[in-house]
């Protein structure tokens, strides 16, 4: 399991950047288990994103994107865009944010 400087390191990384904007990620936040730092090693990595509305493309290429990064990761990741957020976990992701680029 990545250590908290190593997975946030990894995320901003120019590679995973990268990967990400292509993607239509302008802003990646970590939220939940692991910007609190209490997963464990079955936790999944949430991500939420400020999309890039400039940038377009279709959702096969998302999903292989998240994949590989899935892959590089060793984990499962939510990749979840910050307008899509129900409601009513809108508060408790703002409680938890915490902003990787």
Do not use: C, P
Not at 30 to 38: G, K, M, N, P
Not at 41 to 62: A, C, H, M, P, T
Request: aromatic share 12%; no cysteine.
């Amino acid at each position: 399991m990545l250590s908290k400087d190593e997975l946030i390191n990894f995320l901003k990384s120019d590679e995973i950047k990268a990967i990400l904007k292509e993607i239509w990620v302008e802003h990646l936040f970590l939220v939940w288990s692991f910007s609190r730092w209490e997963n464990t090693e079955n936790s999944d990595l949430d991500l939420v994103y400020q999309e890039n509305k400039k940038v377009r493309v279709g959702w096969i290429k998302f999903l292989r994107n998240k994949s590989i990064l899935e892959d590089k990761l060793k984990l499962k990741i939510d990749l979840i865009e910050e307008n899509s957020v129900n409601k009513h976990y809108k508060k408790y992701i703002e409680l938890d944010k915490r902003i990787i680029f």
